[in-house]
Structures are given as C-alpha cells and as structure tokens.
C-alpha cells in the first residue's frame, strides 16, 4: 500500500455561493458542482439520509477543497465562527501565492479580514486573512 497525493479537503459551510465565490476570487476553480442525496450517500459518511450540495475547486497544481452545504441533515456549529487558529481542529489553509500585497486587498475588498500583520523572518511574507464562514486562510510569498 503506497500513498499517492492528497486529493481534496473537505469544508462544510451555512452560505456555498458566497464561500465558493471568496475561493474563486483567490484563484481556484470551480471543476464541479452537484447535489447528493439518499440513504446510500448517508451510510458512507454516517449521516443516515442526507441532502447535500457539492462544489469541488481546485488550485491550479491540482489539490482539492470541497465546499459542502448539508441540506438535511442541518449541520452542526462546533465553536463560534471567529475561533483563533489556536483552536482545536483543523484551523486554516494554506496557499502559496506571488505579491501577496495585491491578494491580500483583493481578498479584503472581498469581505476577507486580515488576521495580525503581514511578515514572517527573512525566507517568506505570510498574511493570515478570515474569510466567509470563519474560514482562515494563509497566504504565503517567498521572498528573493
């Protein structure tokens, strides 16, 4: 048994259009979108029956986040939305990106928050933003 990639990450989110939007404004694209539902999607993931709708994006290099938006059964708030990155749980993203000034006000002018200040030593500028759903986001530029 080998591992061969990670494929995708999956996000469960209460607003799919404008989450998806915020993904797509930071440069993924969308690869597809569908609505599952029945008690065969319910016994893979556990959920009993479920409806639910998918958004797969992806980075230009391949990797996968999936925004999910449960219809049924609701889905479940663990935490308040604007929990620090210190909290237990998978907490952000990361996004290697080039002038990471311009993403940063291109998020920002996109509802995004900047978390901190933007630096981090001598090999990388690294921006910590909070976009839709609480979401964090990480954008790195390497320096020189």
């Given at each position: ?11 469960v989110v ?14 993924l694209r ?73 993403v940063v ?40």
């Amino acid at each position: 048994m080998t591992l061969k990639r990670m494929d995708n990450v999956l996000i469960v989110v209460d607003d799919l259009e404008v989450t998806k939007a915020f993904f797509l404004e930071l440069g993924l694209r969308l690869e597809g979108e569908t609505t599952v539902e029945g008690p065969l999607v319910g016994k893979l993931i556990g959920l009993g029956d479920v409806r639910a709708t998918l958004a797969m994006l992806r980075t230009p290099d391949g990797q996968g986040i999936e925004l999910d938006k449960f219809h049924t059964p609701a889905p479940v708030r663990f935490g308040p939305v604007d929990a620090p990155v210190n909290t237990l749980g998978l907490r952000r993203i990361m996004f290697a990106v080039e002038e990471i000034d311009a993403v940063v006000a291109r998020m920002r002018a996109h509802g995004a928050e900047l978390i901190g200040e933007m630096e981090y030593g001598d090999m990388y500028r690294l921006a910590y933003i909070r976009g839709p759903e609480g979401i964090i986001v990480a954008l790195a530029e390497q320096r020189g």
